[in-house]
């Protein structure tokens, strides 16, 4: 859906401002989305039928589906496409095989036969996958497009600054829930902050894609999100009130909000007309690659730090020997997740308060994680983009016109 609608964007807009306009739409309503999504959940959770939020999204599909056939049209490319099977099996495969080795490495262990095997096979996939993408008439993606400065870096900071946004908003989501053990509808509302900005801020955001070089909007973004992520590492994991997530949850937002515009923007403008299709599917893939690394890393830190400070702080505690041998045996299944969850007069409930200083002392570990991600997507988009500028609002090129950038050929982007 995603590059689908990007595409329709790029061939609807007739310049510049239009498509800067089109594409703060498009980013906005996306995160409006989000930002609601979770209120819905904790609605129906709080009512006793969190089934019932699932009906909610049946009916949007359906009428999503309704108002897309009757409202669009196609748009296609004036030399046609072929299916790319190799391309499509190779990347497909390798992709997976990545991702299975990167969320099951932190359950199974990093030097576990099957997380290697996965790892392994999975990178020589995706070298697969570039051979061929060489070498094929209708390639699923034109390699030769990193060619182009403003595409790669925008492609690079997408994986790495949503690694940091999402992380972010996971820990948030473990920290009120799992953790602190909150409402669900609690849980929810630091995600109007998260997300909502994207949508408030869309007439601004659509002026200043016009008016200012994406540099300084992605490096402004980022840095905002890691200042974000950094006053996170200060919450103080025994106070259960929201009004500490105000600020830093903010920033993280707007941050987010000038970075998801800005960078779908420039992948848009870096690449001729007729293969926005095909920016429009990379930025998007690359961004969700990112989303769900997120989670993965952030889990990962977390976890093993917490884990490691509940085993430090369990030796040097004066707890009876029963609720000590339980509350260890406990955690070497399931982790202080499992103790700091346990009902209270249980054997080993009487390390919860262990288990939760533990918790909030791995999970401030991956909200900084989350800033350091973001503080190096600043630095490489301020280094890497330097000199980029916005683009003038000339009229977008129709397909058959010659293009700013053909792939493979000069470095510079259309942008410039």
Known sequence: MFPGSLTMLVSVTRNTRERAHAVALWSGFLSAGAALSPLLGGMFAKVGSWRGSFWVLVA????????????????RSPEGRELDIPGQITFAIGLILVLYAAVEGPESGWATLPVILSFALGVCFL??????????????????????????????VAVIGMLAFLGACFATSMWLGPVQHQDPLRVAVPFLLLQGPAFVLIPAVSRL??????????????????????????????????TAFIVPDLLIGVGFALCVSSVTAVALDSVPPQLAGMASATTNMLRDLGFVLGPVVVSAVAL?????????????????????????????????????????????????????????????????????????????TAVGMLGIRRPHPSPVQSPAEPSAIEPGGAPEPAVK
Do not use: Y
């Open 209 to 242: 894609l016009h008016r200012v070089a994406p540099t300084w909007l992605l490096t402004s973004g980022f840095v905002l999100m890691t200042v974000g992520c950094l006053l996170c590492t200060r919450l103080n994991v025994t106070e259960p009130g929201l």
């Open 127 to 156: 070298a697969a996958f570039v051979l061929v993408e060489l070498g094929a008439k209708s390639p699923i993606f034109d390699i030769t497009l990193f060619r182009n400065r403003a595409f790669t870096v925008s492609s690079i």
């Open 304 to 380: 093993s730090n917490a884990a490691r400070s509940f085993s430090s702080n369990l030796k040097g505690a004066n707890l009876p020997a029963d609720q000590l041998g339980a509350a260890r045996g406990i955690a070497a299944e399931g982790g202080p997740m499992v103790v700091n969850s346990l009902p209270s007069g249980t054997l080993g409930s009487a390390a919860h308060g262990l288990a939760l200083d533990a918790l909030g002392s791995g999970f401030s570990s991956a909200f900084l994680i989350c800033g350091i991600a973001a503080a190096v997507a600043a630095v490489l």
């Open 60 to 75: 949007l599909a359906v009428v999503s589906m309704v108002l897309t056939l009757a409202l669009t049209s196609e748009s």
